[in-house]
């Protein structure tokens, strides 16, 4: 039905218009559209889908929108809303349109995200270990020493493989111009991964044939490649190493993800409670009597670790858990300390760091970022507020964040003294053009923003889950595309080759 | 598989159980009084001996000489006060499976937590005056499809044997503790209606109709106590519960390569107990007395519930509490740097 | 001089407990200014024990008893020289300058110390006018400390804060030391607090201490108000500064007995308050009371 003459160059003429039609009035508007290169005007690459969506009218494009919604409930698909002891349950939201990389966009993507991972990981071997960073005039110390995340504590710990982040999600934006950026880094717990892989399998089920027309690459192996990294990384003389998911336990937000990966990698999945440090071992409490644990893959935040290092009040720990770590005899993925990367202020460095560790050019740009701990960018903050993104530096969710924009004053106000009063606290970003993607609003299309979290493992070498969780802002106009905020989520394909190429 | 599993299985098995239990003995005594009518005896109340023994029952109905029928309803169907109310059980099967969701199938898990949520409805009560055979059935029906699903969706490895263990365990020491309460049912009374009254014993336990394919319609005290004490194929007798509790003991401790002392303690008791059951003879109960009989079982089960868990669930000595103990750690003292 | 050094610590139960874990803060330690030469660590009951060094590099020990105990001592006997003559001399090389970390580490608030304005005004007229005057400036703050502060027993514990501290006017060594701490960096003087020992040169003291309140010690000389010399009593470990000068490095302050810190003192950790060193802190499953009691003897050799 169509030629292509060459990436991103066909136009596709549409079918007449008429109720069979897809969407007919779509307009892209001034964004960058996944989709339309234009009114009318099919992306190459989605030309097949286009096709296939052309041949439903709206009552069964809302018949697969509501199955698959269905097969997301039935199956407990959930995450909490309120913590608390009787938190609300909802399921994200999904959208039936997956949303198509190309290949070569791809690469760019897979590359960029290698480089940078390996560049924060020698950051934080760098900040653990001599600091040369600190007196390199790269960047403030202060601003590395003061980091909420910086643990003190895990100096001199040499993490196996020197890996301290083994799971990362970085959080993807395309700009007007269709130039992908790097928005931030998760390098804590990041969690959605579950969403990634189920989204996938809800979208097989609920319509398969698209799956005809394209070579998707596959996402369904990230338990088990997840799995072999968490081996790689055992204590030396570990031979059969035992693996658990460490969880805070049901009252967590992410508590479905702990579990729906915990029985996707076949390992026990604990509470703090279920282990013990004895003669510098961990072990866990079954009913067999204690069984040694090599490695935890931990979903609990490096404060509530482990009473006798960090907060003692806390319930969700193992005593005795760092030391036994300090001295090989237990792993951890990710390390401790790897907020002091994830830090929005020190984010602002990254390009920097991958010059000053790895001597390249960073492949995917950062987004513009504004300091307030520099006077000369206070000064645009403030004249600029209207204009501008204010984010907390150690907030997530979406929350402690100011859409200058959209703001009312008071808001934009309140933002100020806060700045003022703490600009440590805050970084700056222009409010970004988000690219969009056409969703299905429960009678017709309509065009959303959307981002991208692309999942990245590394073990004895770095793995890019092709794809990752496109993540949208389900309210016409708005930027927040977190699920606590109610974001909802697209497929993400990333097709083998391009179409036709 | 982790020791905080098992014991929460086990006790969400164990409270499912005890709802039925209730509901049942809730159900037949209500009918019991609908049928006494106007009636006015000695044995006319008959709520208030389900408060037990006056030493177990709660203090501020303790005072009262005759708590009214409906201040004792309220106590063991909606009290949350109560840990063994009805309402209570089913909030604390919940907790205890809600922390173990994903061993549990997620069918069991939408169904209890269903259950549950229907109980939080705030015109609880009014609902439940207004139609109590319906909302007893309701309950009942809901903890027994829980049952049916454990059995169905769970492969029969450890953690099925552990939901066993619990359920059998509770329904040897419920049906123990009803006979005791209702044996009041099984003197001879001066109206007639005792065979209204032997049967509601057997109903409390679900039993009747067992009873009579069993025994046809001779329906004598003695035989009541038999059925519900001996019967070896009755799944509600204690006899069969036990032999029940003591095979799933059995498939848990035949996987354990090491027999620690607590387990194996657990193994001898438990099979002592069943060995006791299965030889012992319905005169001699009688004769040496029902009470005390019942009380030394129910003793029994109890030792036997703390060996299973000193042996498997977890290690230090466990307050004989239904509701589970916070499991922090202690911090020690730190050492001042005084000089 | 050489010193024998035992350090006993005894935690009793009311009842059987399991899974005690504790991390302890003894020794060995060895710098410029001491030679740790024998370093012994027993358990009883019989316990692991792993030694490990720690983020702040300082000696560390995992002491783990799985079994149910009643009880857990822990002796730990100690040989030490020490090897620094006359503090008051500037270091003859120029000292290290301090790296980021160690600026961020000894300068900045920390859980024990916060920023406290009462402090920044008490120390504000010492602010050194140059480099040189800092070690006299700290020499002058540990004068105030020990002048306008008592030494008491009980009316702190191993939680007060500063403010607390403060508001008294009184405490023991540990407290001082915080507050000295906090002086010091109002004034940017990097400062670190150090556990560890103090000698009476000449007699072997015997320092005892009972969480219970029951000590049978030739008591104390508290007398209202200020404190006279080394205390030749009670207390577990001891507890004082280092403040970092240009001039001479950095060296030990003990504001508890007004003096700078030299043949008397054995260092055994340090870092930035007492949250990073305590000699030792711990964690038990069960249901029961403790009772901690604490016996430092020491010695002096030759």
Same mark, same amino acid.
């Given at each position: 039905?169509?030629?292509?003459?060459?990436?991103?160059?066909?136009?596709?003429?549409?079918?007449?218009?008429?109720?069979?039609?897809?969407?007919?009035?779509?307009?892209?508007?001034?964004?960058?559209?996944?989709?339309?290169?234009?009114?009318?005007?099919?992306?190459?690459?989605?030309?097949?889908?286009?096709?296939?969506?052309?041949?439903?009218?709206?009552?069964?494009?809302?018949?697969?929108?509501?199955?698959?919604?269905?097969?997301?409930?039935?199956?407990?698909?959930?995450?909490?809303?309120?913590?608390?002891?009787?938190?609300?349950?909802?399921?994200?939201?999904?959208?039936?349109?997956?949303?198509?990389?190309?290949?070569?966009?791809?690469?760019?993507?897979?590359?960029?995200?290698?480089?940078?991972?390996?560049?924060?990981?020698?950051?934080?071997?760098?900040?653990?270990?001599?600091?040369?960073?600190?007196?390199?005039?790269?960047?403030?110390?202060?601003?590395?020493?003061?980091?909420?995340?910086?643990?003190?504590?895990?100096?001199?710990?040499?993490?196996?493989?020197?890996?301290?982040?083994? $799971?990362?999600?970085?959080?993807? &934006? #395309?700009?007007?111009? =269709?130039?992908?950026?790097? /928005?931030? !880094?998760? *390098?804590?717990?990041?969690?959605?991964?579950?969403?990634?892989?189920?989204?996938?399998?809800?979208?097989?089920?609920?319509?398969?044939? $698209?799956?005809?027309?394209?070579? &998707? #690459?596959?996402?369904? =192996?990230?338990?088990?490649? /997840?799995? !072999?990294? *968490?081996?790689?990384?055992?204590?030396?003389?570990?031979?059969?190493?035992?693996?658990?998911?460490?969880?805070?336990?049901?009252?967590?937000?992410?508590?479905?993800?702990?579990?729906?990966?915990?029985?996707?990698?076949?390992?026990?999945?604990?509470?703090?409670?279920?282990?013990?440090?004895?003669?510098?071992?961990?072990?866990?409490?079954?009913?067999?009597?204690?069984?040694?644990?090599?490695?935890?893959?931990?979903?609990?935040?490096?404060?509530?670790?482990?009473?006798?290092?960090?907060?003692?009040?806390?319930?969700?720990?193992?005593?005795?858990?760092?030391?036994?770590?300090?001295?090989?005899?237990?792993?951890?993925?990710?390390?401790?300390?790897?907020?002091?990367?994830?830090?929005?202020?020190?984010?602002?460095?990254?390009?920097?760091?991958?010059?000053?560790?790895?001597?390249?050019?960073?492949?995917?740009?950062?987004?513009?970022?504004?300091?307030?701990?520099?006077?000369?960018?206070?000064?645009?903050?403030?004249?600029?507020?209207?204009?501008?993104?204010?984010?907390?530096?150690?907030?997530?969710?979406?929350?402690?964040?100011?859409?200058?924009?959209?703001?009312?004053?008071?808001?934009?106000?309140?933002?100020?003294?806060?700045?003022?009063?703490?600009?440590?606290?805050?970084?700056?970003?222009?409010?970004?053009?988000?690219?969009?993607?056409?969703?299905?609003?429960?009678?017709?299309?309509?065009?959303?923003?959307?981002?991208?979290?692309?999942?990245?493992?590394?073990?004895?070498?770095?793995?890019?889950?092709?794809?990752?969780?496109?993540?949208?802002?389900?309210?016409?106009?708005?930027?927040?595309?977190?699920?606590?905020?109610?974001?909802?989520?697209?497929?993400?394909?990333?097709?083998?080759?391009?179409?036709?190429? | 598989?982790?020791?905080?599993?098992?014991?929460?299985?086990?006790?969400?098995?164990?409270?499912?159980?005890?709802?039925?239990?209730?509901?049942?003995?809730?159900?037949?005594?209500?009918?019991?009084?609908?049928?006494?009518?106007?009636?006015?005896?000695?044995?006319?109340?008959?709520?208030?001996?389900?408060?037990?023994?006056?030493?177990?029952?709660?203090?501020?109905?303790?005072?009262?000489?005759?708590?009214?029928?409906?201040?004792?309803?309220?106590?063991?169907?909606?009290?949350?006060?109560?840990?063994?109310?009805?309402?209570?059980?089913?909030?604390?099967?919940?907790?205890?499976?809600?922390?173990?969701?994903?061993?549990?199938?997620?069918?069991?898990?939408?169904?209890?937590?269903?259950?549950?949520?229907?109980?939080?409805?705030?015109?609880?009560?009014?609902?439940?005056?207004?139609?109590?055979?319906?909302?007893?059935?309701?309950?009942?029906?809901?903890?027994?499809?829980?049952?049916?699903?454990?059995?169905?969706?769970?492969?029969?490895?450890?953690?099925?044997?552990?939901?066993?263990?619990?359920?059998?365990?509770?329904?040897?020491?419920?049906?123990?503790?009803?006979?005791?309460?209702?044996?009041?049912?099984?003197?001879?009374?001066?109206?007639?209606?005792?065979?209204?009254?032997?049967?509601?014993?057997?109903?409390?336990?679900?039993?009747?109709?067992?009873?009579?394919?069993?025994?046809?319609?001779?329906?004598?005290?003695?035989?009541?106590?038999?059925?519900?004490?001996?019967?070896?194929?009755?799944?509600?007798?204690?006899?069969?519960?036990?032999?029940?509790?003591?095979?799933?003991?059995?498939?848990?401790?035949?996987?354990?390569?090491?027999?620690?002392?607590?387990?194996?303690?657990?193994?001898?008791?438990?099979?002592?107990?069943?060995?006791?059951?299965?030889?012992?003879?319905?005169?001699?109960?009688?004769?040496?007395?029902?009470?005390?009989?019942?009380?030394?079982?129910?003793?029994?089960?109890?030792?036997?519930?703390?060996?299973?868990?000193?042996?498997?669930?977890?290690?230090?000595?466990?307050?004989?509490?239904?509701?589970?103990?916070?499991?922090?750690?202690?911090?020690?003292?730190?050492?001042?740097?005084?000089? | 001089?050489?010193?024998?050094?035992?350090?006993?610590?005894?935690?009793?139960?009311?009842?059987?407990?399991?899974?005690?874990?504790?991390?302890?803060?003894?020794?060995?330690?060895?710098?410029?200014?001491?030679?740790?030469?024998?370093?012994?660590?027993?358990?009883?009951?019989?316990?692991?024990?792993?030694?490990?060094?720690?983020?702040?590099?300082?000696?560390?020990?995992?002491?783990?008893?799985?079994?149910?105990?009643?009880?857990?001592?822990?002796?730990?006997?100690?040989?030490?020289?020490?090897?620094?003559?006359?503090?008051?001399?500037?270091?003859?090389?120029?000292?290290?300058?301090?790296?980021?970390?160690?600026?961020?580490?000894?300068?900045?608030?920390?859980?024990?110390?916060?920023?406290?304005?009462?402090?920044?005004?008490?120390?504000?007229?010492?602010?050194?006018?140059?480099?040189?005057?800092?070690?006299?400036?700290?020499?002058?703050?540990?004068?105030?400390?020990?002048?306008?502060?008592?030494?008491?027993?009980?009316?702190?514990?191993?939680?007060?804060?500063?403010?607390?501290?403060?508001?008294?006017?009184?405490?023991?060594?540990?407290?001082?030391?915080?507050?000295?701490?906090?002086?010091?960096?109002?004034?940017?003087?990097?400062?670190?607090?150090?556990?560890?020992?103090?000698?009476?040169?000449?007699?072997?003291?015997?320092?005892?201490?009972?969480?219970?309140?029951?000590?049978?010690?030739?008591?104390?000389?508290?007398?209202?108000?200020?404190?006279?010399?080394?205390?030749?009593?009670?207390?577990?470990?001891?507890?004082?500064?280092?403040?970092?000068?240009?001039?001479?490095?950095?060296?030990?302050?003990?504001?508890?007995?007004?003096?700078?810190?030299?043949?008397?003192?054995?260092?055994?950790?340090?870092?930035?308050?007492?949250?990073?060193?305590?000699?030792?802190?711990?964690?038990?499953?069960?249901?029961?009371?403790?009772?901690?009691?604490?016996?430092?003897?020491?010695?002096?050799?030759?």
């Amino acid at each position: 039905m169509t030629s292509n003459t060459g990436v991103g160059q066909a136009h596709v003429p549409l079918p007449a218009p008429g109720p069979q039609t897809p969407a007919p009035d779509y307009d892209p508007g001034p964004f960058w559209d996944e989709m339309f290169e234009g009114p009318g005007r099919v992306r190459s690459h989605y030309a097949a889908l286009a096709g296939r969506l052309a041949t439903l009218s709206p009552d069964e494009v809302a018949r697969r929108q509501q199955t698959a919604e269905l097969s997301f409930q039935v199956r407990g698909i959930t995450f909490a809303v309120n913590q608390g002891t009787e938190g609300v349950e909802k399921i994200m939201p999904f959208d039936l349109i997956p949303r198509l990389l190309r290949a070569e966009e791809w690469r760019q993507i897979e590359r960029g995200l290698e480089q940078r991972i390996r560049a924060l990981n020698l950051f934080l071997a760098d900040v653990y270990h001599e600091q040369r960073i600190l007196t390199s005039g790269i960047i403030p110390p202060e601003l590395v020493l003061g980091a909420r995340g910086y643990r003190r504590e895990f100096h001199n710990v040499n993490p196996p493989l020197g890996v301290y982040t083994h $799971i990362v999600g970085s959080d993807l &934006v #395309r700009d007007g111009s =269709g130039q992908f950026h790097v /928005l931030e !880094d998760n *390098l804590r717990t990041p969690s959605g991964v579950s969403y990634v892989v189920e989204n996938r399998r809800v979208l097989k089920r609920t319509w398969p044939r $698209i799956f005809e027309d394209y070579d &998707v #690459r596959p996402i369904e =192996g990230y338990p088990q490649d /997840l799995l !072999d990294i *968490l081996h790689a990384i055992a204590p030396a003389n570990a031979e059969d190493p035992t693996v658990v998911l460490l969880t805070p336990g049901a009252y967590n937000s992410a508590y479905f993800e702990h579990a729906f990966l915990a029985k996707a990698m076949g390992i026990e999945m604990v509470q703090g409670s279920d282990l013990f440090v004895d003669d510098a071992c961990v072990f866990m409490r079954t009913t067999r009597g204690r069984r040694r644990v090599d490695v935890i893959y931990r979903r609990v935040d490096d404060d509530f670790l482990d009473p006798l290092t960090f907060r003692p009040d806390s319930l969700l720990g193992v005593p005795g858990l760092v030391p036994t770590y300090r001295l090989g005899r237990v792993s951890l993925a990710n390390a401790i300390g790897t907020g002091v990367a994830d830090d929005k202020a020190i984010y602002a460095y990254v390009p920097r760091f991958i010059s000053y560790y790895l001597g390249e050019e960073p492949i995917l740009p950062n987004v513009q970022t504004f300091l307030p701990t520099e006077p000369a960018d206070l000064r645009y903050i403030l004249e600029h507020l209207d204009e501008l993104v204010v984010k907390s530096v150690n907030e997530s969710g979406g929350y402690g964040m100011l859409i200058g924009p959209h703001a009312a004053k008071e808001e934009r106000d309140e933002y100020r003294a806060r700045i003022l009063a703490d600009p440590r606290g805050f970084i700056a970003q222009p409010t970004l053009a988000l690219s969009r993607h056409p969703c299905w609003t429960s009678d017709h299309f309509e065009g959303r923003h959307i981002d991208l979290r692309p999942f990245v493992l590394f073990g004895r070498e770095v793995r890019v889950t092709p794809g990752g969780l496109t993540r949208v802002a389900l309210r016409g106009g708005s930027l927040v595309v977190n699920s606590s905020q109610g974001g909802g989520g697209k497929d993400t394909w990333v097709l083998a080759e391009d179409p036709g190429a | 598989m982790l020791c905080r599993v098992a014991e929460d299985l086990f006790w969400t098995s164990r409270y499912v159980e005890r709802a039925i239990a209730v509901s049942r003995l809730s159900e037949v005594t209500w009918h019991l009084e609908l049928d006494a009518g106007d009636v006015e005896d000695e044995h006319g109340d008959f709520w208030a001996p389900l408060l037990g023994p006056a030493d177990e029952a709660p203090t501020r109905l303790r005072g009262d000489e005759h708590p009214s029928p409906d201040e004792v309803r309220h106590y063991l169907i909606f009290d949350g006060q109560n840990p063994s109310s009805l309402v209570s059980c089913v909030r604390q099967a919940r907790s205890a499976a809600r922390g173990v969701r994903e061993s549990i199938s997620s069918e069991m898990w939408e169904h209890l937590n269903t259950l549950y949520l229907s109980l939080v409805d705030p015109d609880l009560a009014a609902q439940a005056e207004d139609n109590p055979h319906g909302f007893y059935k309701r309950i009942r029906e809901g903890a027994q499809f829980f049952q049916g699903l454990t059995d169905s969706t769970l492969a029969h490895d450890e953690v099925w044997h552990f939901t066993g263990l619990g359920k059998y365990l509770e329904r040897a020491d419920n049906v123990a503790r009803v006979l005791s309460l209702q044996a009041h049912l099984l003197l001879t009374g001066e109206h007639g209606d005792d065979l209204v009254r032997w049967l509601a014993v057997l109903r409390s336990c679900g039993s009747a109709e067992a009873y009579a394919r069993y025994y046809s319609l001779r329906v004598e005290p003695a035989r009541v106590v038999e059925f519900l004490l001996l019967n070896p194929i009755f799944p509600q007798s204690v006899r069969f519960s036990l032999g029940a509790a003591w095979e799933a003991l059995r498939a848990i401790g035949a996987s354990q390569g090491i027999s620690h002392d607590s387990a194996t303690r657990a193994s001898r008791a438990l099979g002592m107990l069943s060995a006791q059951l299965e030889h012992a003879a319905v005169d001699e109960v009688l004769e040496d007395g029902l009470q005390p009989y019942l009380t030394s079982i129910r003793n029994q089960i109890a030792e036997i519930s703390e060996h299973v868990t000193r042996g498997y669930l977890r290690d230090e000595p466990r307050p004989g509490r239904l509701v589970a103990v916070a499991r922090a750690a202690m911090i020690m003292a730190a050492q001042q740097q005084q000089q | 001089m050489r010193v024998a050094v035992r350090h006993t610590t005894r935690l009793d139960y009311t009842a059987a407990v399991v899974e005690g874990i504790m991390d302890a803060r003894l020794g060995p330690h060895s710098d410029a200014d001491q030679r740790w030469e024998s370093f012994d660590l027993r358990v009883n009951p019989s316990a692991a024990v792993r030694p490990y060094t720690d983020g702040f590099d300082n000696a560390a020990h995992l002491i783990t008893i799985s079994r149910a105990h009643q009880s857990i001592e822990l002796v730990a006997e100690s040989r030490v020289e020490t090897l620094l003559d006359d503090p008051f001399v500037p270091s003859a090389t120029p000292p290290r300058p301090l790296r980021p970390a160690e600026l961020a580490d000894y300068l900045a608030p920390s859980t024990m110390v916060p920023r406290e304005p009462e402090l920044e005004a008490m120390a504000a007229p010492y602010r050194p006018a140059d480099s040189a005057a800092a070690f006299e400036a700290v020499r002058q703050l540990m004068d105030l400390i020990y002048s306008g502060f008592r030494y008491q027993r009980y009316v702190t514990t191993v939680a007060t804060t500063v403010a607390e501290v403060l508001r008294e006017r009184a405490g023991v060594c540990q407290d001082f030391a915080h507050v000295l701490l906090g002086l010091c960096r109002s004034i940017d003087i990097p400062a670190r607090y150090v556990s560890g020992y103090i000698v009476h040169q000449g007699q072997s003291q015997h320092q005892s201490s009972s969480s219970q309140a029951q000590f049978q010690s030739q008591s104390q000389s508290q007398s209202s108000g200020v404190s006279h010399g080394p205390s030749a009593e009670a207390g577990a470990s001891h507890a004082w500064i280092e403040a970092y000068t240009p001039t001479h490095g950095w060296r030990g302050f003990d504001p508890t007995n007004n003096l700078v810190a030299s043949q008397e003192h054995i260092k055994i950790a340090s870092g930035r308050d007492y949250g990073d060193v305590p000699p030792t802190r711990g964690t038990f499953r069960g249901v029961a009371e403790e009772h901690l009691s604490v016996d430092v003897v020491t010695r002096v050799l030759e």
